[in-house]
């Protein structure tokens, strides 16, 4: 936003800027495959990909609709001074209402992160029954080594009850799934809130 794009720029060739990672709905990010496609001539293989994903996404929302329970998830940790947590009308917090749960700040007007300290991260979420963590390291983060990253961590109802999950994503290609892929995702985490919804289903991330 108001920058250029230094010696590429001076090139001459047209540059097209892609905003597709503003999008609040997770399907409204996949169909960005369709402009894409524009530029390779490839729309109806586009919109083949676009309306599959739109199928399996609401196949799924639908099943987790039926859900009578609604649990309360957290996610990710604190980073530098702030936690940031997904506002209300943010991509991620969609997602997690699509799939059977309740965003803890889904009352706020935010479209992307809110940062808030640990304090009021604290007092809002230690009784979320779910925690979703994701990371990128060489091994398999535990719950020793969020306890050693910080202490009050281990003062979460969901650290108590062990029910963290966490995603490496320098193991699994989730960053480059879930913009054309959303379902995907949908289904890992209805099969984390409603396991029951999902009982022949295996975790992707």
């Given at each position: 936003?108001?920058t250029g794009?230094?010696?590429?720029?001076k090139?001459?060739?047209?540059i097209?800027?892609?905003?597709d990672?503003?999008?609040?709905s997770?399907?409204g990010?996949?169909?960005?495959v369709?402009?894409?496609a524009?530029?390779?001539?490839?729309?109806p293989?586009?919109?083949?990909l676009?309306?599959a994903?739109?199928?399996a996404y609401?196949?799924?929302r639908?099943?987790?609709?039926g859900?009578?329970d609604r649990?309360?998830?957290l996610?990710?940790?604190?980073?530098?001074?702030?936690w940031?947590?997904?506002?209300?009308?943010?991509y991620?917090?969609c997602?997690l209402?699509?799939?059977?749960?309740?965003?803890i700040?889904?009352?706020?007007?935010?479209r992307?992160s809110?940062?808030?300290?640990?304090?009021?991260?604290?007092?809002?979420?230690?009784?979320?029954?779910?925690w979703?963590?994701?990371?990128?390291?060489?091994q398999?983060?535990?719950?020793?080594?969020?306890r050693?990253e910080?202490?009050?961590y281990a003062?979460?109802s969901?650290?108590?009850?062990?029910?963290i999950?966490?995603?490496?994503t320098?193991?699994?290609p989730?960053?480059?799934?879930?913009?054309?892929?959303?379902?995907?995702?949908?289904?890992?985490?209805i099969r984390i809130?409603h396991?029951?919804l999902?009982?022949?289903s295996r975790?992707?991330y």
């Amino acid at each position: 936003e108001n920058t250029g794009y230094g010696r590429v720029e001076k090139t001459g060739i047209p540059i097209v800027e892609c905003v597709d990672y503003m999008e609040n709905s997770p399907l409204g990010r996949a169909e960005w495959v369709r402009f894409m496609a524009l530029f390779f001539e490839r729309m109806p293989t586009a919109d083949s990909l676009f309306g599959a994903t739109v199928a399996a996404y609401d196949s799924l929302r639908r099943l987790a609709a039926g859900a009578t329970d609604r649990p309360q998830v957290l996610t990710e940790r604190k980073y530098g001074a702030s936690w940031y947590v997904p506002g209300g009308r943010s991509y991620m917090a969609c997602l997690l209402r699509d799939a059977g749960a309740d965003p803890i700040w889904s009352e706020t007007p935010d479209r992307g992160s809110v940062p808030l300290s640990f304090e009021a991260v604290f007092d809002r979420a230690r009784s979320a029954r779910f925690w979703l963590v994701k990371y990128n390291g060489p091994q398999r983060m535990t719950y020793d080594d969020l306890r050693n990253e910080n202490e009050a961590y281990a003062r979460f109802s969901a650290f108590e009850n062990r029910r963290i999950f966490v995603c490496n994503t320098a193991e699994v290609p989730y960053y480059e799934e879930l913009p054309l892929h959303p379902d995907r995702v949908l289904g890992d985490l209805i099969r984390i809130f409603h396991p029951e919804l999902l009982p022949e289903s295996r975790l992707r991330y």
